[in-house]
């Protein structure tokens, strides 16, 4: 297993997720006087940019390896459904469940394509996609706004926001998913055949 300062960054943010969560489990007495949304959106946003600075390192510093390409999704993944299930807990937010499901479905889904593809050798047909990563960004700036759940500068209603972006997130969670489908479609139906 290669071991470098972007590979460092992505082991931060698995290290930093059970804290967007735990913050919300811990006695109001041990955070005094600050906010819950408040302390997991900072370790949320934290995490969030480790995961654009873990790969734009790693291009630049030439330290890409295939380790660190298993590991920075996974991260990711982790990441938004350890947020998501802190949303349905502690939240408000309309549909969540409903929305969970599906971005988390997804991923399970995709994951076990890109698995199966990589076994038989055709792992460039599922590669990411431009739609992939506005879902991905999508979901980075919806949930540590419904974390925060209140109004930024006096104006930003980050509820009203941060649940519009998850409705968007959701909707190019599926595309991209049937995306994914549609392009492994003939492997899978000659596969099927055999």
Same mark, same amino acid.
């Given at each position: ?19 967007? /969560? ?5 006695? %109001? #007495?041990?955070?005094? !006087? ?6 997991? @959106? =900072? ?73 199966? /593809? ?5 792992? %460039? #047909?599922?590669?990411? !996609? ?6 991905? @960004? =999508? ?56």
């Amino acid at each position: 297993m290669p071991f470098n300062f972007p590979i460092l960054l992505t082991w931060l943010r698995v290290a930093l997720i059970p804290l967007v /969560m735990g913050v919300f489990y811990l006695p %109001k #007495s041990w955070l005094g !006087s600050i906010d819950p949304g408040a302390a997991s @959106t =900072a370790v949320f946003i934290i995490a969030a940019v480790t995961d654009w600075f873990d790969g734009f390192l790693a291009r630049r510093w030439n330290q890409t390896s295939a380790f660190g390409a298993f590991l920075d999704p996974v991260a990711d993944k982790l990441m938004v459904a350890g947020a998501l299930l802190v949303l349905m807990e502690f939240r408000q937010v309309e549909y969540i469940a409903i929305i969970a499901f599906i971005i988390i479905g997804r991923e399970i889904t995709i994951s076990a394509l890109r698995e199966w /593809m990589a076994q038989i050798g055709a792992s %460039k #047909s599922v590669a990411v !996609s431009s739609i992939g990563k506005i879902k991905t @960004t =999508a979901q980075m700036v919806a949930i540590p706004m419904l974390l925060y759940d209140k109004v930024l500068f006096g104006v930003i209603n980050t509820h009203l926001w941060g649940q519009f972006l998850l409705w968007i997130a959701a909707a190019l969670t599926l595309w991209s998913m049937f995306y994914y489908l549609r392009k492994a479609w003939p492997l899978i139906k000659a596969n099927a055949e055999q």
